[in-house]
């Protein structure tokens, strides 16, 4: 199940990147679910779903945002390798 959203955007907006409406839909649905994703708001699973892709994709589309795919802060590995057995 969807929900259509409409949203207004100025016409400059898709000269400005290059793209037609539908793909400038599709980039926006990308750039927010990596932004969310970075943010830590949404898994990857989510984000995959939101930007529309298969997970696999999702992750490989991270890099042109330069976003790591894992979540982790070093302290945090650290931290689980210490208490790895």
């Known amino acids: ?23 400038f839909t599709k980039e926006l649905r990308l750039a927010a679910a ?13 984000a995959a779903e939101i930007a529309g892709l298969p997970r696999a994709e999702f ?10 795919p894992f979540q982790y802060t070093a302290e945090e590995i650290a931290e689980e390798l210490r208490n790895a057995d």
């Open 34 to 46: 990596v932004k969310w994703y970075e943010m830590g708001i949404i898994s990857q699973e989510k």
């Open 59 to 68: 992750i490989f589309s991270l890099s042109r945002f330069n976003v790591s």
């Open 1 to 23: 199940m969807s929900v259509a959203l409409k949203l207004d955007m100025p016409e400059g907006a898709f000269s400005a990147l290059r793209k037609d409406p539908n793909e």
